[in-house]
C-alpha cells in the first residue's frame, strides 16, 4: 500500500483540463511544501513535472501547474493533448522516513 | 548534457548479488543527493535508497541489511550492491539526482533486474 493515495485513473478530452489528486498526512504532503509530479510514459523513466508543490522544471510546458489544500496535492493538465496520455506519480517528503514517498499512480487517458 | 546511465541488471537466482552502476556526466555525483528507485512489473515506483552529499546513506526497510549504496568520486559514479536477492526485487532500477528534498530532476533510464531461478 502506497504512502500517498492517487485515483487509479483519470481521463479527458483533448482541450479539456483535468486534475489529479494525491492524499496524504500532515507528517507528508500536509506538513511541508515539498511535493512532486512525474510523467512516465510506457517503457521510459519518470520525468519531473513539478516540484515543491507548483514549480515546473525548465522546459516543462505551463499546461501543467501544481497546488495544495490540506493534505491533499493536485495536478492540473489543462488544454488536454494526446502526448499527455502518460501514468503520474506524486512524491513527497515525509517526516515518518529517511526517505520520500510515492503515490500509486494514476493513469490518464485522453479520450 | 547532464545525463545518468545505469548498467549491471541481468537474470539473477534467488540469494545471489548484483552490483548496479550509474555514471553520470554534466554534474559531481558527490555534490548531490542521489537516489535508487525501483518499479516492479505493472507496479508504481518505490524509493529504495539514497546517499546525501555528505556521505551518509538511507534505505528502504524492505531492502535494508542487504543493499549498499555507495559512489566513486573519481569516477562520477553511484552503485548499489544487491545482496541476497529476492524474488519481489525484480524490478526496473532506476538512479536520480534530487533536485531538492524528495524531488528527483534528473533521471537514468534505468536497467533491469530480473531475480528467478
Known amino acids: 500500500q502506497s504512502a500517498l493515495t492517487q485515483p487509479a485513473s483519470v481521463s479527458g478530452s483533448p482541450g479539456q483540463s483535468i486534475t489529479i489528486s494525491c492524499t496524504g498526512t500532515?507528517?507528508?504532503?500536509?506538513?511541508?511544501?515539498?511535493v512532486s509530479w512525474y510523467q512516465q510514459h510506457p517503457g521510459k523513466a519518470p520525468k519531473l513535472m513539478i516540484y515543491?508543490?507548483?514549480n515546473r522544471p525548465s522546459g516543462v510546458s505551463n499546461r501543467f501547474s501544481g497546488s495544495k489544500s490540506g493534505n491533499t496535492a493536485s495536478l492540473t493538465i489543462s488544454g488536454l493533448q494526446a502526448e499527455d496520455e502518460a501514468d503520474y506519480y506524486c512524491?513527497?517528503?515525509?517526516?515518518?522516513?529517511?526517505?520520500?514517498?510515492f503515490g500509486g499512480g494514476t493513469k490518464l487517458t485522453v479520450l | 548534457e547532464v545525463q545518468l546511465v545505469e548498467s549491471g541488471g541481468g537474470l539473477i537466482q534467488p540469494g545471489g548479488s548484483l552490483r548496479l552502476s550509474c555514471a553520470a556526466s554534466?554534474?559531481?555525483?558527490?555534490?548531490?543527493?542521489m537516489s535508487w528507485v525501483r518499479q516492479a512489473p505493472g507496479k508504481g515506483l518505490e524509493w529504495v535508497s539514497v546517499?546525501?552529499?555528505?556521505?551518509?546513506?538511507y534505505y528502504a526497510d524492505s531492502v535494508k541489511g542487504r543493499f549498499t549504496i555507495s559512489r566513486d568520486n573519481s569516477k562520477n559514479t553511484l552503485y548499489l550492491q544487491m545482496n541476497s536477492l529476492r524474488a519481489e526485487d525484480t524490478a526496473v532500477y532506476y538512479c536520480?539526482?534530487?533536485?531538492?528534498?524528495?524531488?528527483?530532476?534528473?533521471w537514468g533510464k534505468g536497467t533491469t533486474v530480473t531475480v528467478s531461478s
Open positions: 546517499i546525501y552529499s555528505g556521505g551518509s546513506t
Open positions: 512524491s513527497s517528503y515525509t517526516s515518518s522516513s529517511t526517505l520520500g514517498v
Open positions: 515543491e508543490v507548483s
Open positions: 554534466g554534474f559531481t555525483v558527490s555534490s548531490n543527493y
Open positions: 500532515s507528517s507528508d504532503v500536509g506538513g511541508y511544501n515539498y
Open positions: 536520480a539526482r534530487e533536485l531538492s528534498s524528495s524531488s528527483l530532476d534528473v
